[in-house]
């Protein structure tokens, strides 16, 4: 059986005030009710040192948004898996759409970003998904798979259950449109079966999340679907209610 996971993904939000208020809620919630689900938060990279520090001896881990290629050395602007571990991240998102679209982030990429954050012993959050174009295309199944398969090719069969899938379809990315949960769940059950052929054990191990625009109003009926292990959120991340509403629901 597969443990939930929530992970919120701030994207570029967040204030010292706001963030402290943020955590201080969600935490002193989780303190009194537990959760029943893994939890995480991937902040901007700035305030790694203050939610490392709000966060300490809590349940809810820390993660990043994004992470270098490159171990050290001339690479102006960029923050290194070493970086991340010295804040005591435990996760780091790789590939996410808004990356790959803005800032050219290529499959290669993806793929050497995940190579190097496990190298690193942090857990990279993977995320694939389509456009509404490719969709309506009939080329879901084609677009999210190359995506998934960049990444395969980069990594040891032994390192499969290190991972974590995000499965964000872009048309449902922060458009309140929510891809229904039979269509999650048969992306979901396609990538599994990617997952499978690298290595049929690990694959049963490995969670995948779905993203686009999850709130507390469809998350049961998402993470009920048998291949949707969490959830990956945006804009109800921000929310100390709804994301505690989300983390209840897993
Ligand atoms: P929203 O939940 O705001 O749609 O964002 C999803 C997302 O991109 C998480 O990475």
Not at 97 to 103: G, I, K, L, T
Request: glycine residues 8%; contains cysteine; hydrophobic residues 45%.
């Amino acid at each position: 059986m597969r443990r939930k996971l929530v992970a919120g993904n701030w994207k570029m939000n967040g204030s010292l005030a706001a963030n402290t208020q943020l955590l201080t809620e969600i935490k002193s919630e989780l303190g009194r009710a537990g959760a029943s689900c893994d939890v995480a938060v991937c902040v901007p990279a700035p305030y790694l040192a203050q939610c490392q520090s709000l966060l300490f001896n809590t349940p809810v881990a820390l993660g990043a948004q994004d992470v270098s290629t490159h171990e050290a050395g001339a690479y102006t602007g960029e923050v290194s898996t070493g970086m991340l571990s010295e804040f005591a991240c435990r996760y780091v998102i790789v590939g996410h759409s808004e990356r790959r679209a803005y800032f050219a982030e290529s499959d290669e990429l993806v793929a050497q970003k995940t190579a190097r954050a496990l190298i690193a012993g942090l857990t990279p959050i993977v995320c694939v998904g389509e456009t509404l174009a490719q969709r309506e295309a009939g080329q879901t199944d084609a677009v999210v798979g190359a995506q998934l398969n960049a990444v395969l090719s980069s990594i040891a069969a032994s390192d499969l259950a290190k991972i974590v899938v995000a499965y964000e379809p872009v048309w449902a990315i922060g458009t309140g449109k929510t891809a229904t949960p039979e269509m999650a769940q048969e992306v979901h059950a396609m990538l599994r079966k990617q997952l499978r052929a690298k290595n049929a054990v690990a694959a049963e191990e490995v969670r995948i999340l779905y993203g686009g625009s999850m709130k507390p109003e469809n998350a049961k009926e998402l993470l009920a679907m048998s291949d949707i292990d969490g959830g990956l959120i945006g804009g109800a991340a921000l929310k100390a209610v709804d994301f505690l509403a989300i983390i209840r629901a897993a």
